[in-house]
């Protein structure tokens, strides 16, 4: 009997060991579970906040992208702006005929040779002497240094 007894406590000796050993190992499944899922909830966090933060940076870089290109059209803007002005301003052409005459020509309508061979026919379309021989083109424009002008090369000669 007491062997019985024996095999029984050893029994049960070995039955406590087991549950021993198999609390410990679900105690340590358990913790690597909670280990496991603290790393991942960490990494999730830590994707969100990197995620958070390239939306962040490509919205600022969006942002300084779009006041350039607002920077530079008002540049542009501002740019035709004085350019149109700078057309519009220029001042007269002061032409003295033949004759003696005086005339002041806005620059916008002698700009081209035909615009200043226009307004030399009109000029000329009541003077009696010379006015026929101008009406067929024959004169000859001199620039204030005593130099003919050509018409090939007017528009890049006449400035106010």
């Not at 540049?75 to 005929?97: G, L, R, S, T």
């Not at 000029?123 to 021989?133: E, Y």
Request: with cysteine; charged share 40%; aromatic share 6%.
């Amino acid at each position: 009997m007491e062997a019985a007894q024996k095999a029984k406590e050893e029994a049960e000796a070995e039955a406590a060991r087991k549950a021993a050993e198999e609390a410990e190992w679900r105690k340590k499944l358990e913790a690597e579970a909670k280990l496991k899922a603290e790393i991942e909830a960490r990494e999730k966090l830590e994707a969100e906040r990197k995620a958070a933060e390239e939306a962040k940076a490509a919205e600022e870089a969006a942002k300084k992208e779009q006041e350039a290109l607002k920077k530079r059209l008002l540049e542009e803007a501002k740019a035709k702006v004085e350019e149109a002005a700078q057309k519009k301003e220029k001042p007269p052409i002061k032409f003295k005929d033949a004759v003696g005459r005086k005339f002041s020509f806005p620059f916008h309508l002698c700009q081209t040779w035909q615009g200043m061979e226009e307004l030399i026919k009109q000029a000329f379309l009541h003077v009696d002497v010379i006015g026929p021989h101008v009406q067929e083109g024959h004169y000859d424009l001199i620039g204030p240094d005593g130099e003919i002008i050509l018409p090939a090369v007017w528009e890049k000669v006449i400035q106010p």
